[in-house]
């Protein structure tokens, strides 16, 4: 069983590395990209029975910093 968790910072928090990936797209010609945040996917291989729940508790507690990053979890 695997869990796949999506951290991204909160709307509102500044996002210097997304900043810079607009900056550098627009650099290399990519025009039109107003916006960018960046992320991190966190793949997780649980033991069988494993739940949504006990996955959302490792996020509060280590994979996300809940005051500027929200997360999404998806078992696959």
Known sequence: M???VTVMLKDG?????GEAIRHALGTLGFQGVAG???GKVIELDLDEGASED???????RLLANTVIESYRVEMV
């Open 54 to 60: 006990k996955v959302a508790e490792m996020c509060e």
């Open 13 to 17: 928090v500044l996002d210097p590395q």
């Open 36 to 38: 960018v945040r960046q």
């Open 2 to 4: 695997k869990a796949r």
